[in-house]
């Protein structure tokens, strides 16, 4: 909106009016504001949450896990999709992992416990 020329006499601000920088611009970068990704879109699960309780099945498999997971948002907001799905795919993989080892541990943890009280009770004189 304009209210057109200054007043005569009065030569106004050195910039040519207005508030603001001299070329017009706003504040922020040029591509819409801050905290915009790159990436364009919403990034996709990264599953450290996943990741995380992975740590209580096999805890050597969940470390490759949170350390992909954590790298998914920062690939994606930095334009890397192709990265950001590769990071999420080796996520998901080493939490598989980390929760498939730990299911079998624990069977198997539970399965001896049983056969060895099964061993020691035949085993006991009384």
Known sequence: MSYG?????????????????????????PSGGYGAPMGGGTPPDNGLTWAIVAIFCCWPFAIPAIINATKVNDLWNR????????????????????????????????????LNGILIASSSPY
């Open 5 to 29: 020329p200054p007043p005569p006499g009065n030569p106004g601000p050195p910039n040519g009016g207005g508030y603001g920088p001299p070329n017009g611009g706003g504040y922020g970068p």
């Open 79 to 114: 334009g890397d999709q192709a990265g950001a799905m590769e990071a999420q795919a080796q996520a998901k993989k080493w939490t598989k992992i980390a929760f498939i080892l730990g299911s079998i541990s624990l069977v198997l943890s539970i399965g001896f416990s049983i």
